[in-house]
Nanobody, 122 residues
Framework: VQLQASGGGLVQAGGSLRLSCAAS????????MGWFRQAPGKEREFVAG???????RYADSMKDRFTISRESAKNTVYLRMKSLKPEDTAVYYC?????????????????WGQGTLVTVSS
């Protein structure tokens, strides 16, 4: 499975962005998909996940502003982000979990995309 993340860029505080992650492979619909992010000087952290049934989970600090969704027909998962803050600045990574569960733990994911940079200016 190959994952290609896109949609990052520079946005002002309070703005919105939608990230996309396109996946190769015919088994996309059975995978759990997650978004993680890594800010400068910090460890990578879980943002959101969507399992193979469509159930979602979020990091507590982001659940009111971020929405994860998937479109199986396009082998794509999205992360809609609103009310962005400077502290949301990070490289955002998408990941695929063969088990389908979309854990909040990095080690549960089998495949990773290259990341897309989101910069939020104050």
């Amino acid at each position: 499975v190959q994952l290609q993340a896109s949609g990052g860029g520079l946005v002002q505080a309070g703005g919105s962005l939608r990230l996309s992650c396109a996946a190769s492979g015919r088994t996309f619909s059975t995978y759990g998909m997650g978004w993680f992010r890594q800010a400068p000087g910090k460890e990578r952290e879980f943002v959101a996940g969507i399992n193979w049934t469509g159930s979602t989970r979020y990091a507590d600090s982001m659940k009111d502003r971020f929405t994860i969704s998937r479109e199986s027909a396009k082998n794509t998962v999205y992360l809609r982000m609103k009310s962005l803050k400077p502290e949301d600045t990070a490289v955002y990574y998408c990941a695929a979990d063969k088990s389908g569960l979309a854990s909040n733990k990095e080690k549960q994911y089998d495949y990773w995309g290259q990341g897309t940079l989101v910069t939020v200016s104050s």
